[in-house]
């Protein structure tokens, strides 16, 4: 039997052309995939600041004298020396 070259090129080219679709469509849905990621990414990255932010705000030292004084510590502003070894250089 003699099989005709033009029905087996249309053949391989029908089968090539539904592997390309059906990587096309996996492509495309994973671009979109990779677009929601990358917006989450981008969501994360600016939560982050703000976190990093109050973590700042809230670690800076006007903040832990306040919550200080809140606790009923007082505030010092002179040293105090409480060591028993005799001060060497004092108001030089």
Avoid: D, H
Wanted: charged letters at 20%; aromatic letters at 8%.
């Amino acid at each position: 039997m003699k099989k005709n070259p033009g029905i087996i090129f249309l053949v391989i080219a029908i089968i090539l052309g539904i592997a390309q679709l059906y990587f096309c469509s996996l492509l495309g849905t994973s671009g979109i995939e990779l677009g929601k990621i990358e917006e989450k990414i981008q969501i994360l990255e600016a939560q982050n600041r703000e976190i990093e932010g109050e973590i700042a705000r809230l670690s800076s030292l006007a903040e832990i004298q306040k919550r200080a004084v809140g606790l009923g510590f007082q505030t010092r502003y002179a040293f105090s020396n409480y060591s028993s070894q005799k001060v060497i250089a004092q108001n030089q």
